[in-house]
């Protein structure tokens, strides 16, 4: 009797506890699959209630369908052995749909003369989960600017440069310093000192292609990854300048706190990579941060670039197109002028061609760093002082770069220049490359138009080595075609190069516009040039390019 009350007692126990407790959902199903017992956890953990849940299916109410078979097959196990399969991490269903995730144990319990029963005992992991991915949150990310931490950018670059295309390609990886940032900090607090770097940070994030690419190292320092592109090393290097000076720009603005203003300066070490790589990340961060300190260091630059082999050119270009940008206010610029002549070898005009004389690097040639001055930009400032210089003689073309055409305010510069020199439109010639075509051709035949309107005239240069077709050439409102100097070169052979000369100024003359010959050297070249209908000429036969002005024209008013 004793014995039975105990097992009454124990019983009621153990129901109490099965159905109070809070974080266990605990329930019961015959062989067959339908509930037996459902407690109040169950309830709550998967949205059904008891009286929902008796009798139905556990198939129907908690398993995902893609778990059936296999559910049912170790459920059918654990009956017809009698015991329970291990205890492991499940993704069940709720009531709603949404997906529960518990750590799951299981038993049988079989008693003399009673029917089987599976129990099933089930941990909700919800707000375990929640914070798992709190703390995995906060162990990649910066808690001030909410940018990825340097743990998660190594990862970045370790995943970049597994590259999945089969190309391969190049990247870089630029670390951004924010200079004297602690005084920052110590003269106006952190509180002033943290909004700054969240404000650089979002400055930052308009240069990051997607928000994984952007971290913050450590105090003032950021990380930014340029991703990898299907290109060569020398054109992510350029991407990367480029990107640089952008920041650098971006970060030189002043920022306004509390009505006060800040001018930050930053400076940046880049290193480049490629793609599929081998390289740790660690050893890039380490490359990226050299290349800063050689920034910092630098009294002449704020960017640098780190490579073994590329370090020496990259650092050169980057000196050129830092002191390009003072050619213009340290006279270090000079006009060459070219004769052009007619049949008589009479002077007929000029070519402007400019020269830097630049402490350092001596002369450079204008094939060297006028691509240069178009990557920065200073391109724009010295095709001014071109045009105003060119202003100044009789007869002059002068060479347009497409960067300064496609700003859109290339013709109203072209009459500012005119109106402060006042010189005689008449008198001026803008040559065009071909490459300029390969733009909006709608734009760019409507600025033409409207250079025309002011007077000036267009040279289409080096016609010939672009791809501008035919169909594009008719549109074009120019006034000359000028034939590059590799079809005179040409001439001298008996290849198919003097056919397609012959007919490349036919072509001028057919459309009305002056035909000139550069690069004649030779009085053959002249003469079959021609015989073939040329009427203008330039090369050194006739001169070459001299800064000397006196020496083509003894007075200015030829
Ligand atoms: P380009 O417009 O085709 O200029 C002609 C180039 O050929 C000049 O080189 C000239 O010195 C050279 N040349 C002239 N006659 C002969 C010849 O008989 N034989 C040979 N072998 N070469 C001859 P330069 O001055 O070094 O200029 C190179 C290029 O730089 C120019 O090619 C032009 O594309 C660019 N450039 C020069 N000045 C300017 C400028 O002010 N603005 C822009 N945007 N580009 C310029
Ligand atoms: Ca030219
Ligand atoms: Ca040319």
Redesign the pocket.
Known sequence: MTNNRDKQISEARFHKLFDDTQAMSIQGYRVDGSVVYWNAASERIYGYSTSEALGRSLFDLIIPHEMRDEVKQAVAWMFDNEEGIPPARLNLKHKDGSTVPVYSSHTVVSLPNDEPIMFCMDADMRSLEMAEAEVQRLSYYDSLTGLPNRRLILERITSAMRNTSSDTSAAALLIVDIEKFHSINDSLGYSVGDRVLVSCAESLQQFSSSPDDLARLGKDEFALVLPCSTSSLDAVAAEAELMATQILQKLKAPLILDGRSHQLNACIGITLFHCPGTLPGEELLRQADIALKMAKRSNTTDISFFDSQMESSVKKRLEISQALNHAVDNDELAL?L?PQVDQNQNITGF????RWHHPKFKTL???DF?PIAEANDS?IA??DW?LEKSSESFNIS????PV?FRRGDFVQRVKNILKTTGANPKCLCL?LTESLIADDIDFIVEQMASLRELGVSISL??FGTGYASLAYLTRLPLDELKVD?AFVRDLDGHSKGALLTETIISLGRSMNLTVIA????TEQQFKRLQNMGCEHF????FG??STDIEHYLPSKSL
């Open positions: 060459a070219q070519e402007a061609l400019l040639s204008p094939n006028i391109i010295l095709g071109v002068v060479n347009v770069s300064q040559e240069d080096d100097r550069e690069g004649v050297e330039q090369g050194y036969f070459k390019p």
